[in-house]
């Protein structure tokens, strides 16, 4: 029988889907330790993982390996290249979670603009008196730049202009027609320099994006929200900006190094709300995402793995 090895927690339905496979044996680890599922490795004909991290290493220890299916959408955390060398196809979960993402940048940036855990914090403090600062900021009227126009990008643009927020884009590699309704801009620095907001939904691999030259084309009063991937923000040039006031607010989903040290600099501001990268783990994002990672590892096992899913050029 094909075995497989499913790292990391799992929605119920996914393991409900596994179990119904009658030619399919499985190991199920749920804790996310990085270490906690590679014991199981060796047996493994199909690997289902979430976040931990698969290094060459990892994956020579796993002769029969023949599928590695990620819960998910990114793959930083797997050696894609170790893989390719074995001819073995690395997937994902394609379009289960741009809405779930967008939902969070949008409520993000509500969050930041009305000064939203500042005004908790207060009042659990007993300052009533701190409703009267009149802080918070509408954001009808105002001006958003999406740097990355895919489809969380896409989601967000609607999203904001339900709240009566002009949108801009920059996207280098898309074509005209997608960005039907919107302002296009050729460049992040010409949005940068026309914007209330910023919001941030491009890859890692493309590097820092909200460098110091970017950050002060920004006015005083802008939010910035990264719902994308830790490192697009150089976070130091942010966290010395925040304290000379330059930045209104951030809402932040992802960071540099995850999870984040006790005492990160950012955790002093209370114009910065941070999350545990966690836009896309809605309770029904969760479900599509076991589903289909689970799904890809039979149809691979079935000869019918969607080639759209595989992300390292191995079929």
């Not at 199909?46 to 029969?64: C, D, E, K, S």
């Not at 910035?224 to 006031?245: P, V, Y």
Request: proline share 4%; net charge neutral; charged share 20%.
């Amino acid at each position: 029988m094909t075995h497989l090895v499913i790292a990391g927690k799992l929605h119920p339905s996914g393991l409900n889907l596994l179990k119904s496979a009658n030619t399919i044996t499985f190991d199920y680890v749920p804790d996310i330790d990085e270490t906690s599922y590679l014991e199981f490795l060796p047996k493994a004909d199909g690997l289902v993982i979430r976040t931990q991290r698969l290094t060459a290493q990892h994956i020579a220890t796993a002769p029969n390996l023949r599928i590695v299916s990620r819960h998910g959408v990114g793959y930083d955390a797997v050696d894609g290249q170790a893989l390719k060398i074995r001819n073995i196809p690395l997937a994902i979960v394609g379009d289960v979670n741009s809405r779930s993402v967008a939902e969070h940048a949008m409520m993000l940036l509500l969050a930041a603009s009305r000064c939203l855990v500042k005004s908790v914090n207060a009042l659990r403090a007993g300052d009533w008196a701190q409703r009267n600062t009149f802080e918070p900021k509408e954001v009808f009227g105002k001006t958003l730049l999406i740097i990355g126009y895919g489809r969380i990008g896409r989601h967000l643009s609607e999203l904001a202009k339900a709240f009566g927020i002009k949108v801009l884009a920059y996207d280098p590699f898309l074509s005209n027609d997608v960005f039907d309704g919107i302002t296009r801009v050729r460049s992040i620095t010409e949005g940068l320099e026309k914007t209330d907001f910023v919001s941030l939904h491009i890859p890692k691999a493309d590097g820092v994006i909200l460098g110091a030259a970017e950050l002060d084309l920004l006015p005083r009063h802008a939010v910035i929200i990264n719902t994308a991937r830790g490192g697009t923000i150089d976070e130091a040039s942010l966290i010395e900006r925040l304290k000379q006031n330059k930045i209104g607010a951030v809402g932040l989903d992802v960071l540099a190094d995850e999870p984040p040290a006790k005492n990160n600099p950012l955790f002093q501001f209370d114009n910065v709300i941070i999350t545990p990268h966690s836009a896309g783990l809605t309770e029904e994002s969760a479900e599509r995402m076991a589903l289909v990672c689970v799904q890809n590892t039979l149809d691979y096992f079935n000869g019918k793995l969607d080639k759209s899913l595989v992300v390292n050029g191995i079929s």
